[in-house]
T-cell receptor, first 110, second 112 residues
């Protein structure tokens, strides 16, 4: 079945440093979605990428979808304490179920 | 709009007990799903539904039942609770599997 892996599992950074999480699928995806879950909260949608090689930006966050549509990345520039949380990617193949990655938990050292 | 409403927020069960986690959405979404979240395991799909009257299994369906008699409601039933089912459960809904998913607040379940 479809598997979506994320690395790293945990990341600790000094405030102001950059952060990147990588998402890899065993199969070609129709699209990739990214979610953020604050500690004690529920996942909240950030963005969706659909096209091969697509790059989207949201302020300090940059999202990329690989050319083969099997991998994706989320890069945060100059992290802030508000970036703390777990970041999940999620993907589908066609109209199949949405499968989530294992998540990357980001902690910030002030 | 309330979005996705999950109840209860917390629950403690004894091994062997049964219970139903409730999930309701008021966005007229067709696609609804249940996930469990365990440390280091991410969000694992238990069951999902693409519309009223249609349900299907996810990655970890054993020990759980679902039904979708209406568009709004998608309850998750634990038939005979086991300690391995201790987890945080999230219900989500979206227009379809390729669009933004809205999550409920989660249910923290402990089975002793």
């Amino acid at each position: 079945g479809q598997q979506v892996m994320q690395i790293p599992q945990y990341q600790h950074v000094q405030e102001g440093e950059d952060f990147t999480t990588y998402c890899n699928s065993s199969t070609t995806l129709s699209n990739i979605q990214w979610y953020k879950q604050r500690p004690g909260g529920h996942p909240v949608f950030l963005i969706q990428l659909v096209k091969s090689g697509e790059v989207k930006k949201q302020k300090r966050l940059t999202f990329q979808f690989g050319e083969a549509k099997k991998n994706s990345s989320l890069h945060i520039t100059a992290t802030q304490t508000t970036d703390v949380g777990t970041y999940f990617c999620a993907g589908t193949r066609g109209n199949e179920k949405l499968t989530f990655g294992t998540g990357t938990r980001l902690t910030i050292i002030p | 709009n309330a979005g996705v409403t999950q109840t209860p927020k917390f629950q403690v069960l004894k091994t062997g007990q049964s219970m139903t986690l409730q999930c309701a959405q008021d966005m007229n979404h067709e696609y609804m799903s249940w996930y469990r979240q365990d440390p280091g395991m991410g969000l694992r799909l238990i069951h999902y539904s693409v519309g009223a009257g249609i349900t299907d299994q996810g990655e970890v369906p054993n020990g759980y039942n679902v039904s979708r008699s209406t568009t709004e409601d998608f309850p998750l039933r634990l038939l005979s609770a086991a300690p391995s089912q201790t987890s945080v459960y999230f219900c989500a809904s979206s227009q379809d599997s390729n669009t933004e998913a809205f999550f409920g607040q989660g249910t923290r379940l402990t089975v002793v």
